[in-house]
């Protein structure tokens, strides 16, 4: 499995949602929307918002959190294949 994280580092859904995935071990590659060249164009452009964080799951955009509700912790760990997860850090 493939996982790209798009965030920023004034985000806390994206710090809650990396440290959900280092939690369970699940490698993934960081994209910092602030300082990567064209990253917020590409998460507009596959998303139709300006919002962070994105996941992209072996190519597939997801949205790991609901505004008002936080990160989904429930439902990310069933897409991503984990047991029991882990509440918040």
């Not at 590409?42 to 509700?69: C, M, S």
């Amino acid at each position: 499995m493939r996982v790209t994280v798009y965030s920023s580092v004034w985000c806390p859904d994206c710090l809650e949602a990396k440290r959900f995935l280092d939690k369970h071990n699940i490698p993934y590659k960081n994209i910092d929307i602030e300082t990567t060249p064209g990253a917020a164009e590409e998460v507009l452009k596959h998303t139709g918002k300006r919002a962070v964080p994105q996941f992209v799951i072996d190519g597939e955009w997801v949205q790991p959190y609901r505004a008002g509700e936080g990160f989904l912790h429930e439902e990310m760990a069933r897409r991503l294949g984990i047991e029991k997860p882990l509440r918040k850090i």
